[in-house]
């Protein structure tokens, strides 16, 4: 998640077992290690665009890599904080950083949790990247309990983050359910199917289910209490590398399985961004800026001739007024043929 939710979450975690003296100190040293394991974005080349993609998330999030991203905490950040032994402080560091990738571990985007037992990206679906409904009470809570130095507070918090990512798992498996009945009145049969949440809220999935040709997407209202709303939306064609005819050992196709890996598959292609016939963008259909789009949020662009050569990274994440009025349209429910 966002720096904010990660620091925030870490603080929640580190201060359970942190007496009345410390707590303020254990909030501040959990916060920050909660933070450590983003510092994978540090990890980058200037040749290999796809080098970020691939190590964010990675290592430093496995649940293997703890006790040792603990230990550098502890050891960066306990001159610091005087006041209490090195194992108290290695505590605290341990639960914070722990937080980290199980957090992580509830959006969408993949995580490394497995690590170096698995290359599986795990992803529960279950919050968005940044939601301000789930981080801004945390916060409000935790700073209440430092200033007040009360547990209780701590463990309103607690209680908080384990009832907003329940109902997250709970609307999922809903939003689930509408992608595969919406994907059965279409006499599809999904080869699978997922439903993440959108930007900032647990009620607007983008359902996206898989057949044998295409990816298609739809946005997904579900409320707490009311009918479900669907806004349905488009499908693209599957991206096949075969089609290209490329050398299979080449940095090209590398880079292709790569982005693919990154994407748990879900590539197309998209013609309208290409700027000449002898150039390809191929796009992570699982994100769009609105929840039934088929416009990508990031993708790669390259030539199929220069088969040596490393992708381009590129993000589309350039939004207007009047998807932002769509997607405002859809979180209140509005029938979009009527103007927002």
């Not at 607007?204 to 669907?230: Q, S």
Request: proline share 6%; hydrophobic share 45%; aromatic share 14%.
């Amino acid at each position: 998640m966002d720096p904010l939710s990660q620091g925030v979450f870490g603080a929640l975690w580190a201060s359970q077992s942190a007496p009345q003296n410390h707590m303020r100190r254990a909030l501040a040293l959990g916060g920050l290690s909660g933070l450590a394991a983003d510092l994978d974005v540090l990890i980058s080349s200037s040749t290999d665009p796809l080098l970020q993609l691939e190590y964010h998330r990675h290592f430093t999030h496995a649940l293997f890599f703890v006790p040792f991203g603990a230990l550098i905490c502890t050891l960066v950040l306990r001159p610091f904080f005087k006041g209490f032994s090195f194992k108290r402080a290695y505590l605290y560091a341990f639960l914070g950083y722990a937080s980290h990738g199980l957090l992580d571990a509830f959006t969408s985007y993949g995580t490394q949790l497995f690590w170096p037992f698995s290359d599986v990206r795990v992803a529960w679906d279950s919050i968005a990247i940044i939601d301000p409904l789930f981080t801004l009470p945390l916060l409000g809570l935790l700073i209440a309990a430092a200033i007040k130095q009360r547990i209780q507070l701590v463990r309103a918090a607690l209680v908080w983050a384990a009832v907003y990512l329940s109902f997250g798992v709970i609307q999922r498996n809903r939003a689930r359910e509408r992608v595969s009945e919406l994907a059965a009145s279409r006499g599809h049969v999904p080869l699978r199917l997922s439903a993440k949440p959108s930007f900032g809220n647990l009620w607007v999935f983008r359902g996206l289910y898989e057949t044998a040709t295409h990816f298609h997407a739809d946005a997904i209202r579900i409320p707490l209490f009311g009918k479900t709303k669907v806004y349905e939306g488009a499908s693209r064609e599957k991206f096949e590398v075969a089609a290209f005819a490329l050398p299979p050992h080449s940095v090209l196709v590398h880079d292709i399985s790569r982005f693919s890996w990154f994407s748990d598959g879900y590539i197309t292609r998209v013609p309208e961004l290409e700027s000449s016939p002898a150039e390809v963008v191929v796009s992570d259909f699982r994100y769009s800026m609105i929840p039934n789009s088929v416009a990508p949020l990031w993708g790669i662009r390259f030539d199929p001739t220069q088969t040596r050569t490393h992708v381009r990274f590129e993000s589309f994440r350039e939004i207007s007024t009047e998807d932002r009025e769509l997607f405002y349209s859809m979180l209140l429910g509005r029938d979009l043929t009527q103007r927002p």
